[in-house]
Protein backbone atom coordinates (compact mmCIF):
# COMPACT_ATOMS: atom_id res chain seq x y z
CA UNK A 1 0.00 0.00 0.00
CA UNK A 2 0.98 3.87 -1.19
CA UNK A 3 0.92 6.52 1.70
CA UNK A 4 -1.52 8.05 -0.43
CA UNK A 5 -3.73 5.06 -0.31
CA UNK A 6 -3.01 5.14 3.24
CA UNK A 7 -4.06 8.58 4.30
CA UNK A 8 -7.69 8.11 1.93
CA UNK A 9 -8.31 5.05 4.31
CA UNK A 10 -7.18 6.32 7.98
CA UNK A 11 -10.72 8.20 8.93
CA UNK A 12 -11.77 4.48 8.31
CA UNK A 13 -9.31 2.91 10.46
CA UNK A 14 -9.13 5.42 12.98
CA UNK A 15 -12.96 4.38 13.64
CA UNK A 16 -12.74 0.96 13.31
CA UNK A 17 -14.88 0.78 9.79
CA UNK A 18 -12.37 -1.06 7.74
CA UNK A 19 -12.29 -4.94 6.56
CA UNK A 20 -10.27 -7.28 8.09
CA UNK A 21 -7.75 -7.96 5.26
CA UNK A 22 -7.45 -4.16 4.56
CA UNK A 23 -7.09 -3.31 8.24
CA UNK A 24 -4.00 -5.32 8.60
CA UNK A 25 -2.23 -4.31 5.29
CA UNK A 26 -2.17 -0.97 6.75
CA UNK A 27 -1.30 -2.08 9.85
CA UNK A 28 1.49 -3.49 8.38
CA UNK A 29 2.20 -0.37 6.49
CA UNK A 30 2.26 1.76 9.98
CA UNK A 31 5.10 -0.22 10.93
CA UNK A 32 7.16 0.28 8.54
CA UNK A 33 6.68 4.28 7.79
CA UNK A 34 6.75 6.32 9.97
CA UNK A 35 4.84 9.32 8.55
CA UNK A 36 1.58 7.45 8.31
CA UNK A 37 2.21 6.34 11.96
CA UNK A 38 2.32 10.09 13.33
CA UNK A 39 -0.94 10.60 10.91
CA UNK A 40 -2.65 7.60 12.60
CA UNK A 41 -1.60 8.52 16.41
CA UNK A 42 -2.39 12.47 15.75
CA UNK A 43 -5.56 11.71 14.75
CA UNK A 44 -6.56 9.57 17.59
CA UNK A 45 -5.29 11.88 20.02
CA UNK A 46 -7.43 14.77 18.07
CA UNK A 47 -10.41 12.44 18.68
CA UNK A 48 -9.26 11.36 22.44
CA UNK A 49 -8.59 15.36 23.30
CA UNK A 50 -12.44 16.86 22.10
CA UNK A 51 -14.13 14.07 24.02
CA UNK A 52 -12.19 14.69 26.66
CA UNK A 53 -12.49 18.76 26.89
CA UNK A 54 -16.54 18.69 25.55
CA UNK A 55 -19.40 16.61 27.58
CA UNK A 56 -21.89 14.24 26.09
CA UNK A 57 -24.86 16.18 25.95
CA UNK A 58 -28.06 14.87 28.25
CA UNK A 59 -31.69 15.53 28.31
CA UNK A 60 -32.53 15.79 32.16
CA UNK A 61 -35.20 13.06 33.35
CA UNK A 62 -37.52 16.19 34.29
CA UNK A 63 -36.92 17.58 31.26
CA UNK A 64 -38.09 14.17 29.46
CA UNK A 65 -40.85 13.71 31.52
CA UNK A 66 -42.20 17.42 30.91
CA UNK A 67 -41.64 17.31 27.34
CA UNK A 68 -43.23 13.73 27.09
CA UNK A 69 -46.67 14.92 29.00
CA UNK A 70 -46.54 18.16 26.74
CA UNK A 71 -46.18 16.55 23.10
CA UNK A 72 -49.64 14.05 24.20
CA UNK A 73 -51.32 17.25 25.33
CA UNK A 74 -50.19 18.84 21.89
CA UNK A 75 -51.11 15.43 20.17
CA UNK A 76 -54.79 14.44 21.73
CA UNK A 77 -56.47 15.35 18.63
CA UNK A 78 -54.89 12.46 16.94
CA UNK A 79 -55.00 10.16 20.06
CA UNK A 80 -57.66 7.57 21.40
CA UNK A 81 -58.49 8.91 24.82
CA UNK A 82 -57.58 6.40 27.50
CA UNK A 83 -60.19 4.52 29.58
CA UNK A 84 -62.01 6.00 32.71
CA UNK A 85 -60.49 4.54 35.77
CA UNK A 86 -63.30 2.12 36.62
CA UNK A 87 -65.89 3.50 39.67
CA UNK A 88 -65.26 1.84 42.63
CA UNK A 89 -69.10 1.77 42.83
CA UNK A 90 -69.70 -0.49 40.26
CA UNK A 91 -67.59 -3.13 41.86
CA UNK A 92 -69.91 -3.09 45.48
CA UNK A 93 -71.31 -5.98 45.89
CA UNK A 94 -74.98 -5.57 47.14
CA UNK A 95 -75.73 -5.71 50.54
CA UNK A 96 -77.98 -8.53 51.50
CA UNK B 1 -27.37 -7.68 4.08
CA UNK B 2 -24.16 -6.18 5.96
CA UNK B 3 -24.79 -6.12 9.56
CA UNK B 4 -25.95 -1.71 9.50
CA UNK B 5 -27.51 -2.30 7.11
CA UNK B 6 -29.68 -4.82 8.64
CA UNK B 7 -29.55 -3.18 12.15
CA UNK B 8 -31.15 -0.28 9.77
CA UNK B 9 -33.76 -2.20 8.19
CA UNK B 10 -34.75 -4.48 11.65
CA UNK B 11 -34.94 0.00 13.48
CA UNK B 12 -37.31 1.10 10.27
CA UNK B 13 -39.96 -1.89 10.64
CA UNK B 14 -39.92 -0.86 14.47
CA UNK B 15 -40.48 2.77 13.86
CA UNK B 16 -42.89 1.88 10.98
CA UNK B 17 -45.39 0.02 13.53
CA UNK B 18 -45.16 2.71 16.16
CA UNK B 19 -46.10 5.07 13.28
CA UNK B 20 -49.03 2.81 12.77
CA UNK B 21 -50.08 2.92 15.76
CA UNK B 22 -49.95 6.64 16.28
CA UNK B 23 -52.48 6.80 13.39
CA UNK B 24 -54.39 4.28 15.27
CA UNK B 25 -54.92 6.37 18.21
CA UNK B 26 -52.61 4.61 20.46
CA UNK B 27 -50.46 7.25 23.12
CA UNK B 28 -47.98 4.56 24.11
CA UNK B 29 -46.29 5.32 20.16
CA UNK B 30 -45.82 8.42 20.92
CA UNK B 31 -43.33 8.35 24.02
CA UNK B 32 -41.73 5.37 22.44
CA UNK B 33 -40.82 7.11 19.58
CA UNK B 34 -40.34 10.36 21.81
CA UNK B 35 -37.47 8.46 23.74
CA UNK B 36 -35.87 6.78 20.66
CA UNK B 37 -34.91 9.91 19.33
CA UNK B 38 -34.89 12.93 21.77
CA UNK B 39 -31.37 12.49 22.83
CA UNK B 40 -30.67 12.72 19.10
CA UNK B 41 -32.33 15.55 18.27
CA UNK B 42 -31.27 17.78 21.43
CA UNK B 43 -28.06 16.88 20.71
CA UNK B 44 -28.16 18.13 17.50
CA UNK B 45 -29.76 21.52 18.13
CA UNK B 46 -28.21 22.00 21.14
CA UNK B 47 -24.27 21.88 18.88
CA UNK B 48 -25.87 23.38 16.18
CA UNK B 49 -27.78 26.74 18.94
CA UNK B 50 -24.76 26.52 21.25
CA UNK B 51 -28.35 27.17 24.16
CA UNK B 52 -30.09 24.30 25.80
CA UNK B 53 -32.79 26.47 26.55
CA UNK B 54 -33.41 26.57 22.77
CA UNK B 55 -32.51 23.07 21.93
CA UNK B 56 -34.80 22.10 24.63
CA UNK B 57 -37.61 23.70 22.95
CA UNK B 58 -36.84 22.58 18.91
CA UNK B 59 -37.17 18.98 20.41
CA UNK B 60 -40.83 19.45 21.42
CA UNK B 61 -41.20 21.79 18.77
CA UNK B 62 -39.77 18.90 16.27
CA UNK B 63 -41.66 15.98 17.65
CA UNK B 64 -45.00 17.97 17.34
CA UNK B 65 -44.20 18.84 13.77
CA UNK B 66 -43.33 15.67 12.53
CA UNK B 67 -45.75 13.73 14.65
CA UNK B 68 -48.95 16.00 13.34
CA UNK B 69 -47.59 15.71 9.62
CA UNK B 70 -47.44 12.00 10.16
CA UNK B 71 -50.91 12.11 11.66
CA UNK B 72 -52.55 12.84 8.34
CA UNK B 73 -50.14 10.65 6.08
CA UNK B 74 -51.61 7.40 4.18
CA UNK B 75 -48.96 4.96 3.92
CA UNK B 76 -45.55 4.23 5.53
CA UNK B 77 -44.50 7.65 6.71
CA UNK B 78 -40.80 8.52 6.75
CA UNK B 79 -41.05 9.63 10.32
CA UNK B 80 -37.52 10.00 11.34
CA UNK B 81 -36.21 11.64 8.00
CA UNK B 82 -39.38 14.18 8.67
CA UNK B 83 -38.07 14.83 12.37
CA UNK B 84 -34.47 15.20 11.22
CA UNK B 85 -35.48 17.67 8.51
CA UNK B 86 -37.68 19.43 10.73
CA UNK B 87 -35.25 19.86 13.64
CA UNK B 88 -32.66 21.10 10.57
CA UNK B 89 -35.04 23.82 9.55
CA UNK B 90 -35.93 25.20 13.34
CA UNK B 91 -32.13 25.40 13.99
CA UNK B 92 -31.97 27.33 11.24
CA UNK B 93 -34.68 29.55 12.01
CA UNK B 94 -33.27 29.96 15.54
CA UNK B 95 -30.21 30.78 14.32
CA UNK B 96 -31.68 33.51 11.89
CA UNK B 97 -33.25 35.05 15.48
CA UNK B 98 -31.25 38.03 17.05
CA UNK B 99 -29.37 36.07 20.47
CA UNK B 100 -27.12 37.05 23.06
CA UNK B 101 -24.10 35.35 23.16
CA UNK B 102 -23.69 32.06 24.68
CA UNK B 103 -21.47 31.68 27.79
CA UNK B 104 -17.91 29.91 26.59
CA UNK B 105 -17.24 27.84 29.90
CA UNK B 106 -20.29 26.31 30.69
CA UNK B 107 -20.44 22.70 30.64
CA UNK B 108 -16.19 22.59 31.35
CA UNK B 109 -15.32 19.66 33.75
CA UNK B 110 -14.25 21.31 37.18
CA UNK B 111 -14.26 17.66 39.33
CA UNK B 112 -10.22 17.70 39.93
CA UNK B 113 -8.16 17.07 42.59
CA UNK B 114 -5.39 19.91 43.02
CA UNK B 115 -4.89 23.09 41.64
CA UNK B 116 -1.94 22.42 39.32
CA UNK B 117 -4.70 19.72 38.06
CA UNK B 118 -7.28 21.59 37.56
CA UNK B 119 -5.46 24.68 35.70
CA UNK B 120 -3.54 22.47 32.85
CA UNK B 121 -6.70 20.26 32.55
CA UNK B 122 -9.08 23.66 31.91
CA UNK B 123 -6.75 24.79 29.88
CA UNK B 124 -6.60 22.16 27.38
CA UNK B 125 -10.47 22.52 27.61
CA UNK B 126 -10.29 25.79 26.62
CA UNK B 127 -7.59 25.15 23.81
CA UNK B 128 -9.83 22.34 22.60
CA UNK B 129 -13.47 24.76 22.80
CA UNK B 130 -11.77 27.24 20.83
CA UNK B 131 -9.97 25.13 18.33
CA UNK B 132 -13.61 23.21 17.56
CA UNK B 133 -14.81 26.85 17.40
CA UNK B 134 -12.91 27.66 14.37
CA UNK B 135 -13.81 24.74 12.57
CA UNK B 136 -16.08 25.94 9.62
CA UNK B 137 -19.95 24.95 10.12
CA UNK B 138 -20.22 21.81 8.53
CA UNK B 139 -16.96 20.35 10.45
CA UNK B 140 -17.65 21.66 13.38
CA UNK B 141 -20.95 19.69 13.85
CA UNK B 142 -19.73 16.15 12.22
CA UNK B 143 -16.97 16.42 14.47
CA UNK B 144 -19.58 17.29 17.75
CA UNK B 145 -21.50 14.48 16.58
CA UNK B 146 -19.45 11.79 15.48
CA UNK B 147 -16.98 12.41 18.82
CA UNK B 148 -18.23 13.71 21.43
CA UNK B 149 -21.94 12.63 21.06
CA UNK B 150 -20.41 8.84 19.91
CA UNK B 151 -22.78 8.87 17.20
CA UNK B 152 -21.65 6.18 14.00
CA UNK B 153 -21.21 8.04 10.76
CA UNK B 154 -24.37 6.77 9.48
CA UNK B 155 -26.61 7.71 12.10
CA UNK B 156 -25.04 11.54 11.69
CA UNK B 157 -24.91 11.57 7.95
CA UNK B 158 -29.23 10.67 8.20
CA UNK B 159 -28.59 13.73 10.88
CA UNK B 160 -26.86 15.75 8.25
CA UNK B 161 -28.75 14.77 5.23
CA UNK B 162 -25.55 13.38 3.74
CA UNK B 163 -24.21 10.32 2.43
CA UNK B 164 -22.03 7.95 4.52
CA UNK B 165 -19.25 8.46 2.43
CA UNK B 166 -19.31 11.88 2.64
CA UNK B 167 -20.17 12.24 6.19
CA UNK B 168 -16.86 9.80 6.59
CA UNK B 169 -14.85 12.14 4.08
CA UNK B 170 -15.87 15.42 6.41
CA UNK B 171 -15.30 13.89 9.49
CA UNK B 172 -11.50 13.11 8.15
CA UNK B 173 -10.95 16.73 6.84
CA UNK B 174 -12.32 17.97 10.27
CA UNK B 175 -10.19 15.95 12.11
CA UNK B 176 -7.18 16.95 10.67
CA UNK B 177 -8.36 20.81 10.37
CA UNK B 178 -8.97 20.45 14.32
CA UNK B 179 -5.30 18.85 14.66
CA UNK B 180 -4.10 21.99 12.36
CA UNK B 181 -5.76 24.22 14.76
CA UNK B 182 -4.68 22.59 18.40
CA UNK B 183 -1.07 23.00 17.23
CA UNK B 184 -1.56 26.67 16.45
CA UNK B 185 -2.84 27.20 19.69
CA UNK B 186 -0.77 25.23 21.53
CA UNK B 187 1.71 27.06 20.20
CA UNK B 188 0.38 30.76 20.83
CA UNK B 189 0.01 29.49 24.40
CA UNK B 190 3.66 27.99 25.32
CA UNK B 191 5.18 31.08 23.42
CA UNK B 192 2.79 33.28 26.01
CA UNK B 193 3.82 31.48 28.56
CA UNK B 194 7.59 31.94 27.96
CA UNK B 195 7.05 35.35 27.46
CA UNK B 196 5.33 35.93 30.97
CA UNK B 197 8.40 33.97 32.82
CA UNK B 198 10.74 36.35 30.89
CA UNK B 199 9.19 39.15 32.01
Not at chain 1, 37 to 51: G, I, K
Not at chain 1, 58 to 72: G, T
Not at chain 2, 68 to 78: C, Y
Request: glycine fraction near 4%; include cysteine; charge should be negative.
Amino acid sequence: MRCDEIHELIGLFVDGGLPEETMHRLERHLLRCPACSYEVRTMEQTRALVQKAIPVSQLSPAYREKAAARLLDRLAPHLRREPEPASARQWLLPLE
Amino acid sequence: MTHAAYQSHTESAFEARLIRRFQEGDPDAVTVLFDLHAERVFAYALHITGSREDAEEIVLEAFAKAFEKAAGFRGDSPFRGWLFGITRNLCLDRLRQPRLPALEMEGLDWQLSDNGTMAAQIETQTVVRQAVALLPDDQRLVVLLCDVEQWDAREAAEMLDKSLMATKSLLYRARRTLRTHLAALWNDSEEEGETDHAL
